[in-house]
């Protein structure tokens, strides 16, 4: 199977790992990012994705299978072409922030949907096939602490209790404030020091590293898909306290000890238990539903439903025909 893949970063951890475990499914193709730069703190303009659609254009007339937009906003440039059935992957923001608007607006002139929990078919209101993101058992996984900090330097001070807060603290939608109230609460509250750990912009290759030197994760965003960190500690066996987003929820269950939360009062009680305990939670069996190979053996399934199934689609007024010449990798 060929695929066309559009994405705001085809760099990012999650992109790389699951067009790799689709190339071991036998899918090949082109990826093609959104002109322009982004870090952890920037986003791509209106003027960025307009920028894009001429290159999208030429590159769907070599022919594929399918199209897999990554993204609300990449959705309109896929769906510029009539040739090719358009698989539209959602991850969150696209569809609780300002992006949502498009997001709603596209998907029901795609071939298929994919969201990341079931808070996310409900918020969007129509049919979707919901596939978290998964995660590398492999690269995620539990090692000792003691070896864990001082691979990352926190072996500083072996009494302290460090708290992972993994984004950057400029990402507005992860509430750093807030993790930061709960933590200074819950210092002055334990006899032992409560460390609020901050890592972003690390190789995603040392991200476990700090997953098994913390002592628990902590998870205050406003809103989320379904968070990848979330998914990393449950490989690790790293205790997680998180605000009910998402799909945390459904990742937490039977997981102990982990608190999902409501209120800042409940993140400081869920955290001051987990710290008392002292102990790696259950997550890793929890983190086996979501692997990386059984996420892309259900996002295979729908590619075959969407190209072996669908010949053509109505799709305003248009008519959308499958692909079958082979893609070519860049």
Known sequence: MHVLTLTTNADAPFMTQQLAA??????????????????????????????????????ARNGYDLIHA??????????????????????????????????????????????????????????????PDGVDLEKFRPEPQDRAKKRVGWDDDADAYEILFPYSPARGVKNYSRAER?????????????????????????????????????????????????????????????????????????????HVAATDEDLIRGLIDVLERGERSNGREAAREVSIDRTADRLLAVYERVAGTTSETEAGGETRHTGGAAGRIE
């Open 22 to 59: 689709l190339e071991e499914r036998g899918v090949s193709g082109t990826t093609i990012s959104v002109a322009g730069e982004v870090d952890a703190d920037t986003d791509r303009s209106p003027a960025d994705y307009v920028r894009t659609v001429p290159r999208v254009l030429r590159e």
């Open 182 to 258: 709960v933590v200074t609460v819950v210092d002055n509250l334990l006899e032992r020091r409560v460390r609020l750990r901050t890592v972003y912009g690390v190789d995603h290759d040392a991200v476990s590293d700090y997953m098994n030197a913390a002592d628990a994760l902590l998870l205050t965003s406003d809103s989320e898909g379904s968070p990848n960190s979330v998914k990393e500690a449950l490989a690790c066996n790293l205790p997680v306290v998180a605000v009910d987003v998402g799909d945390v929820r459904e990742r937490l269950a039977g997981v102990t000890p982990s």
């Open 70 to 131: 990554h993204y609300g906003l990449t959705a309109p440039m896929a769906l510029a072409q009539f040739r090719q059935p358009v698989v539209l992957s959602l991850w969150g923001s696209d569809v609780y922030g300002p992006a949502a608007p498009v997001s709603r607006l596209s998907a029901p002139f795609c071939d298929a949907v994919v969201v990341m929990s079931e808070g996310m078919r409900t918020a969007l209101g129509r049919e979707c096939t919901v596939i």
